[in-house]
């Protein structure tokens, strides 16, 4: 058997604002300015000795018919190391504004290597999604059918972001959408009001239940109160695979959005150091859960 492609499963890029890809605001990383380029990644990449990585459109290109323009121009510069995920107007104004959103779904995923479209169901809806709401419930809106039934069609995937307050909704949200692979990021990035034995981030386990839910076990620097190896995060590591297994987990960088906390490649080596896991759960981790999930 050969050895397993290593991917990065989160990563973010963008380039120098532009007339080509002008930002929308300056939505940047904790005390970063100017780009970061698909040429920077791709040389951290090759640092860590990494394989292959997706790149998660930031919000600072907005929600506009442009917003994933450079996201599909540097995945299409590299066809053997990137691939991407996009972002939407979930709500289009007028009253085809929801066919004109599943519309702008199933264009995007045209593209080769996009795989799928990002709720930031933890941030308040807006152009520009920056506000924090841990309850909001906006990505539960009936209006929202027509881009999951397009999702389905498409086999595509929605890359939800929530809190742990909202699994309780995305349970609800999964379960109306069988037919949707469901990838949640960042394990519902884990914070002061939350505990791995504790509701409201035990509702993962309920989540478990449903076939088409995948994890992402990711950005934890910013979660991490101690440093590398985050063995403060270790305990929701192991409810999730205990939960989920290894085979619908995987990890990410999140990178460069923690810059403040760590380097690229601690972003992803602490899986060396976590006893807890088997080779096997690493291999998973590390790329077979992503190829099993996006093949």
């Known amino acids: 058997m050969g050895s397993t492609t290593v991917v990065d499963a989160h990563t973010h890029v963008w380039g120098p604002d532009s007339e080509a890809h002008p930002w929308q605001a300056p939505v940047l990383p904790p005390d970063w300015e100017g780009p970061y380029t698909d040429a920077e990644l791709i040389a951290d990449m090759d640092a860590a000795d990494i394989d292959e990585a997706v790149i998660v459109t930031t919000p600072l290109y907005g ?51 996009m795989l799928g479209v990002r709720m930031h169901a933890a941030l308040a809806y807006e152009e520009i999604p920056t506000e924090l709401d841990r309850h909001g419930d906006w990505f539960l809106d009936d209006r929202l059918e027509p881009v999951f039934d397009a999702a389905a069609d498409e086999d595509t995937a929605i890359f939800v972001f929530p809190k742990a307050q909202q699994l309780a909704d995305v349970a609800t949200l999964v379960e109306t959408h ?115 999930v996006h093949s």
């Open 178 to 292: 069988p037919g949707v692979e469901f990838v949640i990021d960042h394990m519902a990035w884990p914070d002061g009001t939350t505990a791995p034995d504790q509701a409201p981030w035990t509702d993962f386990e309920a989540l478990a239940e449903y076939g088409n839910v995948a994890v992402k076990v990711s950005s934890l620097p910013r979660s991490s109160s101690e440093g590398w190896p985050y063995r403060d995060l270790w305990g929701y590591v192991r409810r999730l695979v205990e939960w989920f297994g290894p085979e619908r987990l995987m990890a990410g960088s999140d990178y460069p959005w923690m810059n403040d906390w760590a380097t690229y490649d601690k972003c992803l080596s602490w899986t060396d150091e976590a006893d807890f896991l088997s080779d096997r759960d690493r291999r998973y981790l590390r790329g077979e859960t992503f190829t099993a």
């Open 63 to 113: 929600r506009g018919p442009r917003a994933n323009a450079y996201t599909e121009a540097t995945i299409k510069a590299h066809p053997d190391r990137l691939y991407g995920v996009g972002l939407l107007d979930w709500f289009p104004d007028g009253p085809d504004g929801p066919a004109m959103a599943a519309e702008s779904l199933r264009r995007m995923v045209s593209t080769g290597r």
